[in-house]
C-alpha cells in the first residue's frame, strides 16, 4: 500500500486533516486517534488492502510508520 491510500483511509476514518498524518504522526496525540478508532482503522485496512492486524498487534502501534511497516511487511 501506498503512503498516500493510508493517508486518504486514516483521514476518512479519523475525520483528521491528511496535512496532520506523517510517518511520525502519533495516532493518539497528533491524530486524536481512541481505540475505536484503531478498530474503525482496521477494518478499513482490511477491506481496502485485505490485510487485518490483529489486536494485540495494533494495540502497539503508536504511529502512521507502525502501521504502514507493518502493512508493507504483510503485503502480497
Same mark, same amino acid.
Given at each position: 500500500? +501506498? &503512503?498516500?491510500?493510508? =493517508? $486518504? #483511509?486514516?483521514?476518512?476514518? &479519523?475525520?483528521? *486533516? /491528511?496535512?496532520?498524518?506523517?510517518? /511520525? %504522526?502519533?495516532? %493518539? *496525540?497528533?491524530?486524536? %486517534?481512541?481505540? @475505536?478508532?484503531? !478498530?474503525? @482503522?482496521?477494518?478499513? @485496512? ?5 490485510? %487485518? #492486524?490483529?489486536?494485540? +498487534?495494533?494495540?502497539?502501534? =503508536?504511529? !502512521?510508520?507502525?502501521?504502514? *511497516?507493518?502493512? $508493507?511487511?504483510?503485503?502480497?
Amino acid at each position: 500500500m +501506498e &503512503f498516500e491510500t493510508l =493517508k $486518504q #483511509i486514516i483521514s476518512d476514518t &479519523f475525520s483528521c *486533516d /491528511e496535512a496532520k498524518i506523517t510517518m /511520525e %504522526a502519533s495516532l %493518539a *496525540d497528533d491524530l486524536g %486517534a481512541d481505540s @475505536l478508532d484503531a !478498530v474503525e @482503522l482496521n477494518m478499513a @485496512l482490511e477491506e481496502a488492502c485485505g490485510i %487485518a #492486524i490483529p489486536d494485540e +498487534e495494533l494495540g502497539n502501534m =503508536k504511529t !502512521v510508520k507502525d502501521i504502514y *511497516d507493518y502493512l $508493507q511487511a504483510h503485503a502480497e
